[in-house]
């Protein structure tokens, strides 16, 4: 089974500062998707970026870049411009290659706590 | 347009009872997922839904049970509630052609406590 271990229970970042969340998994699979959700005090999960494994280029969102390094099977976030509404749960997520059609279940990490210092 | 929305938002019961919770998914999406998040945790994968039927599912006994309607929308029941059973359950929506692809759209959440 694949297992996500984030290693900061929390994170401290002072606003317009840059901040890097960590994130490693365990798989034997070649090919997955990698995602990072926000969960704010609202409590919905908010999609923030997203990797397909076999893509060798790291993806980007806007203030929101990953570090992706298959090898070594870690998935860092870093968050440029930092500001207070970024303030959330973070979560790395898994997903297992397509078996079957639809969106198959994500196995989460146990989650980043991010404060903004104003 | 509505996302997920999740009813109800808060509930408390107490050991041995019953529960549903339910989830319309957001309009256009035909696959709905549900996720256990306790205190402190990630979520956890229950099962998901797609055409009414259960297609997948995580590591939770059959105390937890599903439903998909005609019109998509779901329903979770736990039966013998116990105290670990107290969490936030979320309920996510997808479209099942945009395979792995596709975004999950989750809802706010169903906060259960067991006492």
């Known amino acids: 089974a694949q297992t996500v271990t984030q290693s900061q229970p929390e994170m401290s970042v002072q606003e317009a500062e840059t901040v890097t969340l960590s994130c490693t998994y365990d798989?034997?699979?070649?090919?997955?998707?990698l995602f990072w959700y926000k969960q704010p005090p609202s409590r919905q999960m908010i999609l923030v970026i997203r990797q397909e494994a076999y893509k060798q280029q790291n993806a980007t969102e806007n203030r929101f870049s990953v570090n992706f390094q298959k090898a070594a099977k870690s998935f860092s976030l870093k968050i440029s411009d930092s500001q207070l509404g970024d303030a959330a749960m973070y979560f790395c997520a898994y997903r297992s290659p397509f078996s079957g059609g639809g969106a198959d279940g994500l196995t989460f990490g146990k989650g980043t706590h991010l404060i903004i210092q104003p | 347009d509505a996302g997920v929305t999740q009813s109800p938002t808060h509930l408390i019961k107490t050991r041995g009872q019953q529960v549903t919770l339910r989830c319309s998914p957001k309009?256009?999406?035909?696959?709905v997922s549900w996720y256990q998040q306790a205190l402190g945790q990630g979520p956890q994968f229950i099962f998901q839904y797609y055409e009414e039927e259960e297609r997948q599912r995580g590591n939770f006994p059959d105390r937890f049970s599903g439903h998909q309607f005609p019109n998509y929308s779901s329903e979770l029941n736990v039966n013998a509630l116990l105290l670990g059973d107290s969490a936030l359950y979320l309920c996510a929506s997808s479209s099942y052609t945009s395979g792995r692809t596709g975004e999950l759209f989750f809802g706010e959440g169903s906060r259960l406590t067991v006492l």
């Open positions: 309009s256009g999406h035909d696959t």
């Open positions: 798989t034997s699979e070649s090919d997955y998707y």
